[in-house]
């Protein structure tokens, strides 16, 4: 099939942290704070990102669902120290989109609610959803804690960025063919070398302050030439998010 032959990969975290600290793919470690990054444990194992949207929900990728007790830390920078702003929560409740496909990866996005609510402040604040897609050629950023190196991973204990283009549908499509639907879009560099990668999914796409993306899928060697990184679109979720965050 044409996404094994791609080598696509959802971009999860395997179980282990570099003890180097080096950069997400063209990225550099972000300037504190980034308020709304979450990062999603299996027990006492960093394994997606995910992006706080109020006091009691966080946002991350559908294909981030775990089997067993979800814990989220907010507030987290250094995977490597006790960060005096972390605050540590349990998932109450985890709601994967109704029509999300592994198959495909159509529709790979998931809401947590939180057991307790977060204290919001200067290090710990939800980020607004876009309304409408971002313009092709803006510059955003993804965070996260993924692999810096590809295809041999190297995990950093700081919280990296990196700045991407959006790419038209049209490029998109080029890139991908038909495994890119309408509810995905595409950010990356023409020449390669800036990349989200295995680690990152679930993580925030934020342009001028606002979440358009959550980080989805891509090549198993990230940050290629042509090959830009694959998002889930927030602007086409805005209502179930509202639907499902209001029935609690």
């Not at 003890?19 to 300037?31: K, N």
């Not at 294909?63 to 920078?77: A, D």
């Amino acid at each position: 099939m044409a996404m094994e032959l791609l080598n696509i990969v959802l971009l999860l975290v395997p179980a282990v942290i570099a003890q180097t600290d080096t950069r997400v793919i063209g990225g550099y470690p972000c300037e504190r704070p980034q308020p709304w990054q979450a990062a999603i444990y299996d027990l006492n194992r960093l394994y997606c990102g995910g992006v706080l949207i109020n006091k009691d929900w966080v946002l991350t990728a559908a294909h981030c669902r775990l089997p067993g007790t979800t814990n989220i830390r907010l507030g987290e920078y250094n995977l490597r120290k006790v960060d005096e702003t972390e605050q540590l929560r349990v998932a109450a409740k985890i709601i994967p989109h109704p029509n999300y496909d592994p198959a495909t990866k159509d529709n790979d996005i998931m809401l947590i609610k939180l057991a307790t609510s977060a204290q919001l402040n200067n290090n710990v604040h939800p980020i607004a959803l876009a309304s409408s897609a971002a313009q092709p050629g803006a510059i955003c950023q993804v965070s996260g804690w993924g692999t810096t190196t590809s295809p041999q991973p190297s995990f950093p204990a700081l919280l990296q960025c990196a700045d991407l283009r959006i790419l038209s549908a049209s490029e998109c499509r080029q890139a991908y063919s038909s495994l890119v639907t309408d509810n995905m879009l595409c950010a990356g560099a023409r020449q390669g070398g800036i990349d989200s990668c295995q680690g990152d999914s679930g993580g925030p796409l934020v342009c001028s302050g606002i979440l358009q993306g959550i980080v989805s899928w891509g090549l198993e060697e990230c940050a290629q030439r042509n090959k830009p990184g694959v998002y889930t679109k927030v602007s086409k979720y805005i209502s179930w998010i509202q639907q499902t965050v209001r029935g609690g």
